[in-house]
Each structure stands twice: as structure tokens, then as C-alpha cells.
């Protein structure tokens, strides 16, 4: 807990010339009796790329500081052009106001500052020399960034704890190691069971009702029509292509004879054993048998 809290600061002169000095107006409040005074400075950025440039522009010394609310106007010289670089006098910047306690910094306050001509014209189209008389300062002082610090005052129970505290009763507590072990295999074991569950099915699709019997029975192979024809026409094939192969050079002879003669009606006798086929003795159609007629 810190002793001294700050309360708020204000800037008094702002805007204000470049070469004017600056005013604070500080309030803070004291919880205890300090043996030490407060330590409070003013620190000018003069670059953004170097802390190089950086300047002290005042600092203050007060105490002894009585318990209760304490309020003090702080005033600091405008920084020295020597140190500043003469690209960044015009621009924005920053301002610091620290407080400490026996070197010990305990609150940063930081500003930003906007240094520009007074006229819009100037800041339009800057001359090449610097018109120092010309030139205003604008602190933001609405918008702070406040950082605290905890330290070491008085007394030792005020110092900042450097290692965590003492914590004797863990010692002595049960050696808890195989219950998280076990509590990490339930954890595998709810992941890989969560694996395996198939995600349910949206409504719309097909879904196997638990413990209903299987009543579609065997699958059948189902046999069209056109299977069937197709099947009894290999067959036939294969029995005539077995029949024919003997007879087929009686079959070209045949053709060639009936080519050559002209085409007749097949005549056939009253009793159909007198005569064969039109031109053919009846003993030569029995040396050279015709093929039967295949029913399909």
C-alpha cells in the first residue's frame, strides 16, 4: 500500500510560449509521518529516437510533509534549444513529472506536448529559420498517463514483496499426483470414446431402429427377361456351333450347287418319301444329312 497517494495535478499556464515557464498545480495526500520530503522533477523528451536529448528542467524538494492532504504550485524552467535538435523543436513531445521517496520513484505523470507557430498560415508553410517568439506550447492535459510503483518507505512492512510468501501448509498437505494422473486417463478416455460415436443422422435419412429384427431376409438376385435370352441364346450357340462344325463344308457345297441352278419350289411327294430337296437325288440328301432345326 502506498503512502502517498496522488490526488491530481493541473497545469496552470496553458497554452503558453515556448520559453515560458511551467506551473503545476500538485495535490496528494499522506497516510503516515515521513522522516524524508518528497523528491519531485520535471523531465523534457527533446527527441523521440535519443534519450540523449532529455532534459531535467527543475526539480523539488518537499517536506516534511504532514499527514492528511497537502497541495504545492510546482514551477519548471522551459528547456534549453541548445540541447534540442532543430528538427524536433516544432512537433509533439513529451513531458514527465515524477515524484520519489528516498530514490525510490514511486508515480510517473506523462503528457504530451504540441509545439507549433500561433498563426495557421506559419504552420502552413514553415519559415526556414525558426521564429522562437513565434512558437506555443500545448499540453494535453486532459489526457495523462498516470503510472505507480510499489516501494520501500519507512518501515519494512511497507517494502514490496520480492518472492511470493510462505506457504507452510502446503507441505504438509496429501500428495495429490495420482489423482490427477487418474483425472487425465478419464479425460483420454471421454476424447476417444467421443471419437467413436457416430454423429447422429439429420432427419430425412435412414435410421436402424435398436433392437428391431432383421426381417428383409437374404438378398435375391433378381433375373430379367433379357438375362434369361441371353442366357438360353449362349446355350444354343454352343450346342449348333457342336452340331455344324462337322458339316460345315457339306453347307458350302450346298450353297454353290444352289447358286448355280435356278430357284425352284421345293417339291414334295404324297407321301414326302419319293423325293429330297428339288434337284437333289433322295440317296444324295441322305449322304449329306441337313442340320435340325434348333428350337430357341
Request: negative net charge.
Amino acid at each position: 500500500m502506498s503512502v502517498v497517494s496522488l490526488l491530481g495535478v493541473q497545469v496552470r499556464n496553458n497554452p503558453a510560449a515556448f520559453t515560458a515557464q511551467y506551473e503545476f498545480e500538485i495535490t496528494f495526500e499522506c497516510l503516515e509521518q515521513l522522516s524524508k520530503d518528497l523528491e519531485w522533477k520535471l523531465t523534457y523528451v527533446g527527441s523521440a529516437t535519443s534519450s540523449e536529448h532529455d532534459q531535467e528542467l527543475d526539480s523539488l524538494l518537499v517536506g516534511p510533509i504532514p499527514v492528511g492532504i497537502n497541495k504545492f504550485v510546482f514551477e519548471a524552467n522551459p528547456p534549453d534549444l541548445k540541447r534540442i535538435p532543430t528538427s524536433d523543436i516544432l512537433g509533439v513531445t513529451v513531458i514527465l513529472l515524477t515524484c520519489s521517496y528516498d530514490g525510490r520513484e514511486f508515480v510517473r505523470v506523462g503528457y504530451y506536448v504540441n509545439n507549433e507557430y500561433d498563426s495557421e498560415e506559419l504552420n502552413a508553410e514553415p519559415p526556414a529559420k525558426l521564429l522562437l517568439d513565434r512558437v506555443r506550447r500545448v499540453v494535453l492535459a486532459d489526457k495523462p498517463r498516470v503510472t505507480r510503483f510499489a516501494i520501500k518507505w519507512d518501515t519494512e512492512d511497507s517494502a514490496p514483496a520480492l518472492f511470493p510468501p510462505d506457504q507452510p501448509e502446503a507441505d504438509l498437505a496429501e500428495n495429490d499426483e495420482g489423482e490427477y494422473g487418474a483425472e487425465e486417463e478419464e479425460l483420454v478416455e471421454v476424447e476417444v470414446e467421443g471419437e467413436a460415436v457416430e454423429p447422429e443422422k439429420t432427419e430425412g435419412e435412414d435410421a436402424e431402429m435398436a433392437g428391431a429384427e432383421d426381417t428383409s431376409g437374404p438378398v435375391a438376385e433378381v433375373t430379367t427377361k433379357e438375362d434369361e435370352e441371353e442366357a438360353a441364346s449362349d446355350d444354343g450357340s454352343e450346342d449348333l456351333e457342336a452340331e455344324s462344325s462337322g458339316s460345315e463344308e457339306e453347307d458350302l457345297e450346298e450353297e454353290a450347287e444352289e447358286e448355280a441352278e435356278p430357284d425352284e419350289d421345293m417339291e414334295m411327294g404324297e407321301d414326302g418319301a419319293g423325293k429330297g430337296v428339288a434337284g437333289v437325288p433322295k440317296d444324295a440328301a441322305a449322304e449329306h444329312p441337313q442340320p435340325e432345326d434348333m428350337v430357341l
